[in-house]
Structure formats: C-alpha cells, structure tokens
C-alpha cells in the first residue's frame, strides 16, 4: 500500500519536473518579449543598430512568405505522395523506398536541408532568397507531411472503399471523391504541424533566405525571418535589439502555439 | 504491381477457357429451370489455400437465395465473387467460371466497373459514406457521370422508397447520412445499392449488426425487392434463410453441401450434414 503510493508519488512528481523547462520558457519569454509588444513591432522596419523604436514587420512577413513557398512544394507532392504507397501500391518496392527515405529524412538535421538548399538553390542561382528558405523548408516538412497523411489514408475506414468499389468506382474516383476527403482532417493536422515546424527552424533558412532590413519585395532577394531575426539581434551589443529578440521570440513562440492548438481544435475530433 | 482494378487487360487473375471443365449436367444441384447465373466447378484460392473447393450452383432469377452454413465454408467468399469484389484483395485466383446471362463474368471484355453497376452490394457493416443522405444515393450516378439534377432527385427518392426509407428522411436529405439509426443506416445501403439499377444485390449478412425491429423492416424490404432483382443472401441466421428465401444452399469446408427449395432444405434435407447444421448438433 505504501509502495503504491510512493511510487503514484514518485509518477506525479516527475510529469511535474517534466513540465518545468517547458513552463520555465514560457515565462522567461513572456517577461522578457512582453514589454516591447505594441502595434510598431509588427508593422515597422527594426532600427539601425545602435538606435531604438521599430519593430520587425518584414521578418514576420518573411517568415509567412517562406512557410507558404514551402508548403506549397510540400504540400501536394506529400499528399500525392502518400496517396500512391497507400492506395495504388502500398506493397511494391517503390513504396516501401519512398516510406523508408521519409523516415530517414524525419531524422534529418534541420541545418542539412539548409545546406542542400544553399547548393542547390543559392548557389546555382547566385543569390540568396526566400525561394532558397522555402525550398530548405519544404525539404523539412516533406517527410512530416507525407508520413503523416499515409497514417491519415490508413485510417480511412476499409468498409467506405468496399462500398465504393462495389458501385463500381474506379480507384479513382474512390480516392478523391472518399477516401482523401474523409482523410482531409487528419492531413490537414498534419500540415499545420508543419507549418509550426517550419516557422520555429533558424537553421534552414540562416544560409538560405540570409535576412534583410527591408521589406520583402520579391521572393527571388534575401529575406528576413523571425527565427534569424532573434539569433542575429541576440547577439548584438544593443539593449534594445536585444529586447526585440526577445519580443521576436515570443512573437513566434505564440504563432506556433496557436497554429498548434488551431489544428487540434478545427481538426482532431472527427465528426463521426 | 499497381492494384488497377479497372482495366480489363491488366487483369490479374487469366481465365483459361480452354481448361475450364465442360459443363455436366449431373453436377449441378439445380432446383429450377430459369437459371440466371451459373457457377461451373468454381475453385478459389487465397494464395496457396483453396477455400472453394468445385462449387457447381444455378441461381435462378428474381428469387431470393440464401447461402447458409458455419463461418469459414466460404459463402461469402463466393458472394463477392459475384461481382468480383474479391480481386481487391492481393494474392487471390479462381478456377472454373461464373456466368450471368451465359457471359463469363472473367471474360476479358467484361469490365469490372461496369459489371460492378449491375450488380449492388450490401454489406455485413452499413456503410454510409460519410456525407448526406442525398450524396450517399447519387454517388453511384454521379461516378458513372450522370449529373441531370432532376434524374438525380427521382433516383433518390425512387431508391429511397424502394429501401422504405422515404417517409422517415424525406425530410432531411441534405443532413448527414451519420446521423441515422443503425437499421436506417443499412436500408440507406440497400438504396444506394440499387441506384444504378443493377440486376442482382449481393446481401453479406445485411441485418447481422441490426437490433429485431430493424431485421425484421430490412426482411420485408427483402421480400418487397425480389420482385424486380435477384438477390442473394448470406446469413448465419437460419430463421432469416426460412424467412426470406425461396432457395438455400448449405455450404461446408468449402463445399455446397446441398442446394434445394428452402421449404424442402428446412424440413427434409436430404443430405445427413444439412440436418445436423439446421438442428444445430454443429456449426
């Protein structure tokens, strides 16, 4: 009896200690990143060093810009992608090779995508850009977006295909008219942490987009982020720099936050 | 391999007429003469296994017959043979033939999409898809490409009457077909196996998850439906077989056992095997 509590005990106390670096962030950014937050931040250029007042509009903008670039590369060869080893072959050497690389590529380095990324991109096109940050980015999220919308298929009910195949669809039109819409809330999950994955990565867009003073005119320029953003300025011998990284941080912290609790909330519950 | 189950040439599973045993008379248990599908020394094999085991069966037309026996004979093995539901699954070949008409159902020229429109299919689980009562029915026309809304609307509602279904959701087409009881659900499927107008409807143990009163209004549609098709039933309920069915056949380890007027299966079977199914000494 005594055992059973200590032991009770001994669980509860260590989910505590669990969410404590986790809590511990939070606050940190939240007492540090709070002060500075006002309507500047998020429409304003940041000063030249040394100076204060500004903000980091074009790096919020520069991030959306490069999440969006990304998921529109990752988007549908992931799904498509999924939809082939699931559907049309889910036995064949092929699908077993593209599902083996995508868990291998979920392992990855975040910091190689980025330098495939700058071979491939910068350094063929002679210039940094936000393409090169989405191209890093999609290289990312990729293997998330793929693996997790083959579990999305997977979880399609087979009685919805027996009824579709035995009206006499073809494969498909079970696939698009069924199957992927009754998987599109899952999938859908799926890309939103991506995205959140995406936004938070410093490493593949550091050498790729680079980063910029100006507001993003053209996807083909180097472009800020607010993940580089926070690792330059953090760094800077300037008080208020450093305040704007830490309002960076939470301003990032909080986009990813309410992309993830967005997704649980419009997606998870399957309306059955 | 891609698993192409519409084009006939890459059809996986090659028919060899020239192998198929001539038909004999005498093999086949055949209670009437309006016989509509034929099924000639039929063998089937999941990988090396056969589970049929030379089934030799006529079914006539516009009757119900009910395929009964203990699970694993293979009844609805050879069910979703009819409309070759079975190639959906890997590692599968047959011997023998089924025909319809006097058309092998095999023959490289029978398309499967389109063999699959003649003949709907009810399952063990109702399986509504999840979008509304109207999607649900229109979902075999539109796949086929028919889109003229006001045939679309008489289809529904003439299925939905013939499935007995009308009165109670005539009311809430456009509602999700999720939202309805476990027997409103099933007759949905029984509707929406009838609205390309197939010939034929494969029944897989359709009332096996239903509560009395809802076995009971699927048994009467049934009854009510055998006028315009041939319907073929799997049951594990033996009372449902007697209900609904004119023809039984019992089906053993693979084999049809016997194959008679239901009345005559019910109280005089000739075979010893028959008897004790039906008295319940085993199964």
């Known amino acids: 009896m005594l055992r059973n509590r200590f032991l009770t005990g001994l669980c509860i106390a260590l989910s505590l200690l669990t969410l404590f670096p986790l809590i511990s962030i939070v606050i940190l950014v939240i007492r540090n990143g709070l002060p500075l937050i006002s309507m500047n931040l998020f429409t304003q250029l940041s000063p030249a060093p040394g100076l204060e007042g500004g903000g980091f509009g074009n790096a919020i903008m520069g991030t959306l810009v490069m999440v969006c670039i990304s998921l529109l590369l990752a988007v549908p060869?992931?799904?498509?992608?999924?939809?082939?080893?699931?559907?049309?072959?889910?036995?064949?050497?092929?699908?077993?090779?593209?599902?083996?690389?995508?868990?291998?590529?979920?392992?990855?380095?975040s910091i190689i995508c980025g330098v495939f990324a700058f071979a491939a991109v910068v350094m063929t096109s002679q210039h940094f850009s936000a393409i090169a940050g989405g191209v890093a980015l999609a290289i990312l999220i990729l293997?998330?977006?793929?693996?997790?919308?083959?579990?999305?298929?997977?979880?399609?009910?087979?009685?919805?295909?027996?009824?579709?195949?035995?009206?006499?669809?073809?494969?498909?039109?079970?696939?698009?008219?069924?199957?992927?819409?009754?998987?599109?809330?899952?999938?859908?999950?799926?890309?939103?942490?991506?995205?959140?994955?995406?936004?938070?990565?410093?490493?593949?867009?550091?050498?790729?987009?680079?980063?910029?003073?100006?507001?993003?005119?053209?996807?083909?320029?180097?472009?800020?982020?607010?993940?580089?953003?926070?690792?330059?300025?953090?760094?800077?011998p300037y008080a208020y720099h450093i305040k704007l990284a830490w309002s960076a941080s939470l301003v990032l912290v909080t986009l990813v936050t309410l992309t993830n609790i967005l997704a649980q909330m419009i997606f998870s519950p399957k309306q059955r | 391999?891609?698993?192409?189950?519409?084009?006939?040439?890459?059809?996986?599973?090659?028919?060899?007429?020239?192998?198929?045993?001539?038909?004999?008379?005498?093999?086949?248990?055949?209670?009437?003469?309006?016989?509509?599908?034929?099924?000639?020394?039929?063998?089937?094999?999941?990988?090396?296994?056969?589970?049929?085991?030379?089934?030799?069966?006529?079914?006539?037309?516009?009757?119900?017959?009910?395929?009964?026996?203990?699970?694993g004979c293979g009844k609805s093995t050879l069910l979703r043979n009819f409309n070759r539901m079975n190639e959906l699954i890997p590692g599968v070949r047959h011997e023998g033939d089924i025909t319809i008409h006097g058309t092998s159902i095999f023959d490289p020229s029978v398309e499967v999409i389109a063999l699959r429109r003649r003949i709907g299919m009810v399952f063990q689980k109702s399986n509504p898809f999840p979008m509304s009562i109207y999607g649900n029915i229109v979902y075999p026309l539109r796949i086929a490409g028919q889109g003229d809304r006001s045939m679309l609307d008489e289809t529904v509602e003439r299925c939905l009457r013939s499935a007995a279904l009308w009165d109670?959701?005539?009311?809430?087409?456009?509602?999700?077909?999720?939202?309805?009881?476990?027997?409103?659900?099933?007759?949905l499927c029984i509707a929406r196996a009838i609205a390309s107008r197939p010939e034929i409807?494969?029944?897989?143990?359709?009332?096996?998850?239903?509560?009395?009163?809802?076995?009971?209004?699927?048994?009467?549609?049934?009854?009510?439906?055998?006028?315009?098709?041939?319907?073929?039933?799997?049951?594990?309920?033996m009372h449902q077989a007697s209900r609904v069915s004119e023809l039984t056949a019992f089906f053993y380890l693979g084999n049809l056992v016997e194959f008679d007027e239901t009345r005559k299966i019910f109280t005089n079977p000739s075979k010893l095997q028959t008897e004790e199914y039906i008295t319940g000494r085993f199964g």
């Open chain 2, 168 to 187: 109670e959701v005539k009311d809430r087409l456009h509602e999700s077909a999720l939202g309805l009881s476990g027997g409103q659900m099933q007759r």
């Open chain 2, 201 to 237: 409807l494969l029944m897989d143990e359709p009332c096996s998850a239903l509560d009395p009163i809802a076995t009971a209004k699927v048994e009467e549609l049934i009854i009510e439906l055998k006028r315009n098709f041939t319907i073929i039933i799997v049951t594990h309920n």
């Open chain 1, 77 to 109: 060869l992931g799904i498509l992608s999924a939809v082939y080893i699931n559907e049309y072959a889910p036995v064949s050497p092929v699908s077993s090779a593209v599902r083996f690389v995508a868990k291998l590529l979920t392992g990855i380095p």
């Open chain 1, 143 to 236: 293997p998330i977006i793929l693996l997790t919308s083959e579990q999305a298929l997977m979880g399609v009910s087979v009685s919805y295909r027996e009824a579709s195949y035995g009206v006499g669809a073809t494969p498909f039109q079970t696939i698009w008219r069924i199957v992927l819409p009754d998987a599109m809330p899952a999938i859908m999950t799926g890309i939103m942490l991506a995205v959140s994955r995406a936004a938070g990565e410093t490493a593949p867009v550091l050498f790729t987009a680079l980063f910029s003073q100006n507001w993003i005119t053209s996807v083909f320029e180097p472009t800020a982020s607010l993940s580089v953003l926070i690792y330059n300025f953090a760094s800077l």
């Open chain 2, 1 to 71: 391999m891609s698993n192409d189950y519409t084009s006939s040439e890459a059809h996986p599973i090659q028919v060899s007429h020239e192998t198929a045993r001539p038909y004999e008379l005498t093999d086949v248990v055949s209670p009437s003469k309006t016989n509509f599908i034929k099924v000639d020394d039929f063998r089937f094999f999941y990988g090396k296994k056969e589970v049929l085991h030379g089934i030799n069966l006529e079914i006539p037309s516009r009757r119900v017959t009910s395929f009964i026996g203990p699970s």
